[in-house]
């Protein structure tokens, strides 16, 4: 807290000296050449207890951001905003006062837990996350910390009560987002510049620890928490708050899951520490976007991919058709291409104010669900091989069964799969997931296989779990 004497010592509310203090600690060297900080991660390295593990093994998660911004859906007074649909308060320069009145009109009257939650199923997620608070504010859950919540909607019931029972109970791990930014909230600030500035963020602090408390209070199925908004100046300076709280949370809850967008450390760096290592439980910065698919690097940490199916909306918006949208097999890839690499993949949903997801939604989802059913083994409980990435696709292996498989992309006019191993290991089966058709192998090479492929039109991904055994000529 900002004391009496701070205060006098910055009578002109210029630069705060508390500020001023964290922006300039000089960074100081540790005998083993990494940098001291009192506020970096709090373990290193992955963690191995059940509830990550099982974080880990979902592999396949469903994201959903709903609030106010779904019902206008990028529309404002006739006018269609291609920029992302939660944004619209911003792109269209709707007042404060006016967006806030959306609240009025927030009666979500076809949203159904349980139907919600089987589309989930259905379509093979294992967890889900929720937005409970975007940017705008406005919370889903009724909160006692603020009037601007679904309790003070015509709607007024606990939705999130209905959500996560209905989740939980479908078997789908309950995960919450929390935006940090608030463009609600009367102490939010982006910069400290003055002392009001200081003081007004040192409630807000105390707000957001309530609600995060809250939260994990009013919802105990709940098994992690997914923090954004942590991008602006005030919380790169607040590395001590953000640190604290991450173990005040896990204290509270044993086993919660943070992703890295929590954090900042004692100099203001996100994600990862001054010294480079990851903060929180996994990384979230792969935001519409996969890593390199050859990276091994990126294995040596949980991470998770979030994706929209257009280009860049999360919320719901009416026009899909002003960008490209993904089809099943590109999201399918996606998919693949993030167990192979040992990260988890969070496919977007915006259901709109009433709580319908759009039927490309539905059909998509559909559609996964239908290759998962036959394709998952190579998905749940996958990690990365340890094998060089290869043209027709990727490689992924279970970590149970130790079984590798090959997810198929692409299919060379040859029908001819060129697959290589490591010298010392051969193929010695391979057989199609689904059909379980023994497809035929020709060896090519000491460490060279063609999986040799029914010639017929191939119009999904397909997958072969392959039998490997050493090489004697290496052994
Ligand atoms: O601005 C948000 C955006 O609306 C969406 O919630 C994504 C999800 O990762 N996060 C922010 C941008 O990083």
Not at 12 to 40: R, S, V, W
Request: glycine residues 8%.
């Amino acid at each position: 807290m900002v004391n009496a004497e701070q205060k006098q010592l910055d009578p002109q509310y210029g630069e705060p000296a508390q500020y001023e203090q964290t922006k300039k600690k000089k960074p100081q060297k540790l005998a083993n050449g990494k940098i001291k900080l009192d506020y970096g991660p709090l373990y290193h390295g992955k963690r191995q207890d059940p509830a990550m593990k099982k974080w880990r093994e979902n592999r396949f998660g469903q994201f959903i951001h709903w609030g106010l911004y779904s019902i206008p859906g990028g529309v404002w007074e006739g006018k269609t905003y291609g920029y992302a649909a939660e944004f619209l308060k911003a792109s269209a320069g709707i007042s404060t006062e006016r967006w806030n009145g959306l609240k009025d009109e927030f009666n979500p009257t076809e949203f159904n837990g349980k139907e919600w939650a089987s589309m989930a199923k259905a379509m093979g997620a294992k967890y889900v996350c929720l937005t409970t608070k975007h940017h705008e504010g406005f919370c889903l859950w009724p909160s006692k910390y603020t009037e601007f919540d679904i309790e003070n909607t015509p709607y007024q019931k606990d939705l999130m009560k209905e959500f996560v029972d209905a989740y939980s109970e479908a078997g789908i791990d309950v995960y919450l987002y929390y935006s940090v930014l608030d463009w609600y909230h009367p102490d939010w600030r982006t910069k400290l510049k003055t002392m009001d500035d200081v003081e007004a963020f040192e409630r807000f602090k105390t707000f957001t620890q309530n609600q995060l408390v809250e939260l994990l209070e009013r919802y105990p199925q709940v098994k992690g928490l997914w923090f954004d908004g942590t991008w602006d100046q005030c919380w790169k300076d607040n590395g001590k708050f953000s640190y604290e709280l991450e173990v005040l949370l896990k204290e509270k809850r044993p086993g919660l899951i943070v992703n890295s967008r929590l954090r900042a450390d004692d100099f203001g760096k996100r994600h990862r520490d001054s010294n480079g290592d990851l903060m929180g439980d996994f990384e979230s910065g792969y935001e519409r976007r996969l890593p390199d698919p050859r990276d091994t690097s990126v294995t040596k940490n949980d991470w998770e991919c979030c994706m929209t199916i257009p280009e860049n909306q999360w919320g719901y918006h009416k026009d899909w058709t002003l960008t490209h949208q993904k089809n099943t097999n590109e999201l399918l890839e996606m998919l693949a291409q993030c167990s192979s690499q040992g990260g988890n993949f969070l496919l977007n949903f915006g259901p709109n104010g009433k709580g319908v997801f759009r039927a490309e939604e539905k059909r998509i989802a559909r559609e996964i669900g239908e290759w998962m059913k036959t394709n998952s083994a190579a998905i749940y409980g996958s990690d990365y091989a340890g094998l060089k990435k290869q043209d027709w696709g990727y490689f992924t292996k279970n970590t149970k069964s130790g079984e590798v498989y090959m997810i198929v992309f692409n299919v060379p006019i040859s029908y001819q799969l060129r697959v290589e191993l490591p010298k010392h290991q051969t193929i010695s089966k391979a057989n199609m997931v689904g059909i379980g058709q023994e497809l035929q192998l020709e060896k090519f090479d000491s460490n060279e296989t063609f999986v040799l492929l029914p010639p017929k039109s191939y119009t999904s991904p397909f997958v072969i779990r392959l039998e490997l055994k050493a090489n004697k000529k290496s052994q």
